[in-house]
């Protein structure tokens, strides 16, 4: 069995993903790591280039500003680098996922344990969303409570945008992956760095989703949907993760929330009455 992993990456330094922490995070169980670095403003291939492994294989893209739908780049981004896998699981990591490496081992196991099983054609994760600081995070059905990371190199599959996979059984039919759910969390970061870079990913990016720049304010979230954070961080970010000792992260009081987030809210309802999940899930659940 042979373990590929891969990622995709653009402007890492200056919007402030940690990128870095997030390739270290797995590194030791996989056998091989694809970075296809996109042509940036920073330092970010010199950066990957510094890391000592010979696991890691880089590959330079240059992104089309001319696909400008949905994030149908993001797909093609992922797809250049997954197709550069040559492993028989291929685990997709985003550059603000990081896993906890208490859960190294676990992950490894369950590699082993459905390679075998057609039944399991991909593997999903849980997720923490960390949210404001590193003490608080969001626990609502707006946000995916888990998904779909490692699939099968055997499935034909591919990336309609960055986000998940479909399928492909017949040509213009597609469907989403039978997946395995472990009881492991990814954990992820994009939502606790500044707003400054946020503000500046929105400039950059939401051209390939065919908007325009918005602006990032932390403050404006529904508090009902913020819960503490009890749990340790990865040890591959504590240099990363700035000393923290304030507790959650406070919301505006006075904000109102808009009619998606009151969606939201009585789902969210409904969920605890009734011991429902209504999440958006890319993935059939085994």
Not at 19 to 30: A, C, E, M, N
Not at 193 to 199: A, G, H, L, V
């Amino acid at each position: 069995m042979k373990i590929s992993a891969f990622t995709f990456i653009k402007n890492g330094q200056i919007l402030g993903y940690p990128f870095i922490q997030s390739i270290k995070s797995i590194l030791p169980i996989v056998d091989e790591f694809i970075v296809n670095v996109g042509k940036s403003q920073d330092d970010t291939l010199k950066v990957i280039k510094s890391l000592k492994s010979k696991k890691i294989k880089i590959v330079e893209s240059e992104w089309n500003n001319n696909m400008t739908y949905k994030g149908y780049v993001y797909g093609q981004q992922k797809m250049i680098s997954q197709f550069s896998c040559t492993g028989d699981w291929l685990f997709y990591i985003e550059g603000d996922e990081v896993y906890h490496n208490k859960d190294l081992d676990e992950i490894l196991a369950a590699l082993k344990k459905y390679h075998q099983d057609s039944n399991v054609e991909a593997l999903a994760f849980k997720f923490i969303h960390f949210y404001g600081n590193k003490n608080t995070y969001l626990d609502s059905p707006g946000w995916y409570r888990s998904e779909a990371r490692v699939i099968k190199s055997s499935v034909r599959s591919y990336a309609p945008d960055g986000l998940f996979w479909l399928v492909l059984e017949k040509n213009k039919v597609g469907r989403y992956p039978k997946a395995k759910l472990l009881d492991i969390n990814c954990y992820h970061y994009g939502w606790i760095r500044t707003e400054n870079q946020m503000n500046l990913k929105s400039q950059k990016v939401q051209k390939y989703w065919g908007g325009s720049p918005h602006s990032i304010n932390y403050k404006k979230m529904d508090k009902k949907i913020l819960r503490l954070f009890h749990g340790t961080h990865p040890e591959v970010l504590s240099d990363w993760l700035k000393e923290d000792n304030t507790g959650m992260f406070e919301v505006d009081k006075d904000y109102h929330i808009t009619s998606k987030q009151r969606k939201h809210r009585i789902m969210l309802f409904f969920e605890k009455l009734f011991g429902l999940e209504l999440s958006k899930k890319h993935y059939k659940k085994v």
